[in-house]
């Protein structure tokens, strides 16, 4: 079947360096893809979006990268925070799936003093 | 304030016995979701409706059911036939084409 997956399970990044987090997907057909952040013991937040039709969206402090060709995206985060510790999920979809997401299992996003 | 609610927060259950997640939406969303989380892993969909009185199987429905008799509400149910019901349970909403799927902040069912 399709899978969505990310490469690191695990980045430590030191505060106020730029992290990059990337995911491999597989259904070529997926139109739209979301990266979430998610913070221990809650649901995920929406960081930003990109549409199949583009290569780069930025967001504040953001950035998505779609490479369609190789059919890998990658989130970067600059001058990371202490706050932006989470887990960070990209999720994929097609038109005319009814929405469904399909998720990567996560990476562990970690940020040292 | 709109958004998505889910609870209760923590959940437990005895062997054996059915129990039911609560998840209403007040964003005018027509799609909502039902997904389960295991420790260190990502989401996996249970269960969703596009439209009120419909709804679809996801990629692990076995031992669970659902509702949507209104648009707000999606309740999810953990039948005894689940046999591994421990887990964080989220339910989400959207609009139903290509849009971003807000979380609600999860029930935690732990099994005693």
């Known amino acids: 079947g399709e899978s969505v997956g990310l490469h690191l399970p695990t980045l430590s990044v030191q505060e106020g360096d730029n992290s990059i987090i990337n995911c491999a997907y597989s259904?070529?057909?997926?139109?739209?893809f979301i990266w979430y952040k998610q913070e221990s013991g809650k649901g995920p937040q929406f960081i930003i979006d990109?549409?199949?039709?583009?290569d780069k969206r930025q967001g504040q402090r953001v950035t998505v990268l779609l490479n369609k060709t190789v059919k890998h995206l990658s989130l970067q985060i600059a001058a990371t925070q202490p706050g932006d510790s989470a887990v960070y999920f990209c999720?994929?979809?097609?038109?005319?799936?009814?929405?469904?997401?399909?998720f990567g299992t996560g990476t562990q996003l970690k940020v040292e003093l | 304030d709109g958004g998505i609610t889910q609870s209760p927060k923590y959940l437990f259950r005895k062997e054996g016995q059915n129990v039911t997640l609560s998840c209403e939406q007040n964003?005018?969303?027509?799609?909502m979701y039902w997904y389960r989380q295991d420790p260190g892993q990502g989401l996996r969909l249970i269960y969703y409706?596009?439209?009120?009185?419909?709804?679809q199987k996801g990629d692990i429905a076995e031992g669970y059911s659902v509702s949507r008799e209104k648009k707000e509400s999606f309740p999810l149910t953990v039948t005894s036939a689940q046999k591994n019901p421990t887990a964080f349970y989220l339910c989400?909403?959207?609009?139903?084409?290509?849009?971003?799927?807000?979380f609600g902040q999860g029930t935690r069912l732990t099994v005693v």
């Open positions: 989400a909403s959207s609009w139903t084409r290509n849009t971003e799927a807000f």
């Open positions: 259904n070529s057909a997926s139109d739209y």
């Open positions: 990109i549409r199949s039709n583009m």
């Open positions: 999720a994929e979809t097609l038109t005319g799936g009814g929405n469904k997401l399909t």
């Open positions: 964003l005018n969303h027509d799609a």
């Open positions: 409706s596009q439209i009120v009185n419909d709804f």
